[in-house]
């Protein structure tokens, strides 16, 4: 195992932004989790083709949107101007790019847990003087714990390996935006590269064996403890 | 408690329009499943809108299409326990019991965790986990968290029907403590009549999707005679009990019955068929069956060809059943002394 100063950034880079995609978007996924089981409106249709078409589309589309989006040219390159933000080949474009495209992932998992809830307990806790909201935060909030594990973790796992994309918008940029999948494209294309790579590619399935161990025994915890 | 209504709804191919009141604190709602019971009370607690029409609980508007109104069901303040007790499964037996508790202003907290604790004997489960309990127990527990979130109308919807024979006659009691000790007007939804005449004191009789009028809990034990394959049957709660000679001896009125299968000290609930009572019109000499009660006939009744028969016997009321032909051999009419006899094991148990 060799790994270069550059390499520690890349590592750290990379979970620097699966950690802040994630937490991003968990209460967003929540909500829109609670949205799609819980509410009825018109259009509800389109709401999910739409949070769900990162999942079907290759992530190099979903990373050109993001950079007309938020370009020097689009709406979003224009409120950040003017915010004094710089967005576009830095590493909060890559947390954009990354929860973009693991949004989905999260949201689905988290859609699963709240779908099997019983609704009862709801009606339940309306009928004890609960409102709408209490309801949402002491019923609906901590039964759907076990699905906001599991899909933070595929959306976390799903960040650290996110490529296309991020290469669009972020770059490739050693030292400032450069993941572990996008250092072992740069060694892979360099000749005398391959023990470098595997290094990182040894890397990346030691995460990803963590996070699903992670994943198992939290989720486990949590059984035991409903059992309780 | 006064609760009048006057809605409709649709849902699907299923059409409730329900117009009547029904005024008690021990009231109940009986029909078939699938009679629109449920539907009823989900709207009566705000769980469900209708489509039209207005529900009142005493003088407070619940719903109105017309007045625009429509409370919220926090507002509304009735607690339902449900026919699974639908404990929250994250929490433990005691926040669960709080949980209503805790949301009720401090001003209308009338009754405290420590009472509803003793009443229902929860005192041991507190620390458990909720899914560590037996269905009584949750049943129990949910009653408690029900009645601790003092509503105004707490509403059991088949809080029986999900427990089998020998744990629904030892819930009874406790619905009967909760209720002496407390004092809660209560909605008490179910299709067993027997579970009626044990809870309530009148009855609003639902049959799709409309209400078929206001009853009595006997009157209904008295029109299913004929139908229901155990006829009428007498309640009888019998304490003070003595086993002699493997046999137990009850007083009952002003003098006593023998029983087989009964239990020396507590208090006991028996169920007696209405067609396990033989009349004689004379002292019958010598006869196995252990009671022999001298009776008279305080009215008597039509069910689907069947003739039920009210006897009154040392100041206690009991319902017999006889085909009509039997009727009139006998020549039975209000006023006439029979003789009734009774099987000592004719008597079953209940709880």
Redesign the interface.
Same mark, same amino acid.
């Given at each position: 195992m060799n790994l270069s100063p550059e390499d520690i950034t890349a590592i750290q880079l990379s979970l620097k932004i699966a950690i802040t995609a994630t937490m991003l978007s968990l209460p967003f996924g929540f909500a829109t989790a609670w949205i799609m089981v819980f509410r009825h409106f018109r259009g509800k249709v389109l709401l999910e083709v739409l949070v769900n078409l990162p999942l079907t589309l290759p992530p190099v589309v979903i990373g050109y949107f993001l950079l007309l989006f938020f370009g020097r040219n689009g709406w979003g390159g224009a409120m950040l101007k003017a915010a004094g933000i710089d967005f576009i080949f830095t590493w909060k474009a890559a947390v954009v790019a990354s929860a973009t495209v693991g949004f989905p992932l999260l949201m689905r998992s988290i859609r699963l847990g709240m779908e099997s809830i019983d609704r009862q307990l709801l009606q339940a806790s309306r009928s004890l003087g609960a409102t709408w909201y209490d309801t949402l935060f002491t019923v609906v909030l901590p039964l759907s714990f076990r699905g906001m594990i599991a899909g933070s973790s595929l959306m976390f796992a799903r960040s650290l390996g996110e490529f296309g994309a991020t290469i669009i918008v972020a770059g490739n940029i050693p030292g400032v935006t450069q993941t572990i999948p996008l250092a072992i494209y740069d060694y892979a294309s360099s000749p005398t590269g391959t023990s470098m790579a595997l290094s990182l590619c040894g890397v990346s399935v030691a995460l990803s064996v963590i996070i699903l161990l992670l994943h198992e025994v939290i989720g486990k915890r949590l059984e035991t403890r409903r059992e309780a | 408690m006064k609760l009048s209504i006057d809605i409709r709804k649709r849902l699907g191919s299923f059409d409730l329009a329900m117009q009547s009141a029904i005024e008690g604190d021990h009231s109940g709602i009986f029909g078939a499943s699938g009679s629109g019971k449920s539907t009823l009370v &989900?709207m009566i @607690? /705000?769980?469900m809108t209708p489509d039209s029409g207005e529900l009142y609980l005493d003088e407070t508007c619940l719903y109105s299409s017309h007045r625009r109104i429509n409370l @919220? !069901?926090?507002k509304r %303040? *009735? =607690? *339902?326990v449900?026919q &699974?007790a %639908?404990l929250? !499964?994250?929490l433990g037996v005691k926040s669960n019991l709080l949980?209503?508790y805790k %949301?009720?202003r401090p001003a209308e907290r009338r009754i405290r965790p420590e009472a509803i604790i003793e009443v229902l004997n929860l005192g041991h489960l507190a620390d458990r /986990?909720v899914?560590?309990l037996s269905g009584g127990e949750k049943q129990r527990v949910a009653l408690g %968290? =029900?009645v601790l =979130?003092n509503p105004r109308l707490l509403?059991m919807d088949e809080p029986l029907s999900a427990l089998d024979d020998s744990l629904r006659y030892q819930i009874i009691p406790y619905l009967r403590r909760v209720n002496e000790e407390f004092a809660l007007p209560y909605l008490f939804i179910s299709h067993s009549i027997t579970e009626m005449q044990l809870m309530t004191d009148q009855v609003m009789v639902v049959s799709q999707g409309r209400i078929e009028g206001i009853s009595t809990p006997d009157q209904l034990a008295r029109a299913g005679m004929a139908s229901n394959p155990k006829g009428y049957l007498n309640l009888l709660r019998l304490k003070g009990t003595k086993e002699r000679d493997g046999l137990f001896h009850c007083p009952w009125g002003s003098g006593e019955l023998i029983i087989s299968d009964g239990k020396s000290g507590e208090e006991s609930l028996f169920e007696l068929s209405s067609r396990d009572i033989i009349l004689f019109k004379q002292h019958p000499e010598a006869i196995s069956a252990r009671n022999l009660l001298e009776c008279q006939v305080a009215e008597m009744f039509d069910s689907d060809g069947r003739k039920g028969v009210v006897l009154q016997s040392g100041g206690k009321t009991l319902v017999a059943e006889i085909v009509r032909s039997a009727a009139k051999e006998l020549s039975i009419t209000p006023g006439t002394t029979l003789y009734a006899a009774i099987k000592a094991s004719a008597f079953r148990r209940l709880g």
């Open positions: - | &989900h @607690s /705000g769980l @919220s !069901p926090e %303040r *009735i =607690a *339902i449900f &699974h %639908r929250f !499964p994250h949980y209503g %949301r009720c /986990g899914n560590k %968290r =029900a =979130a509403v």
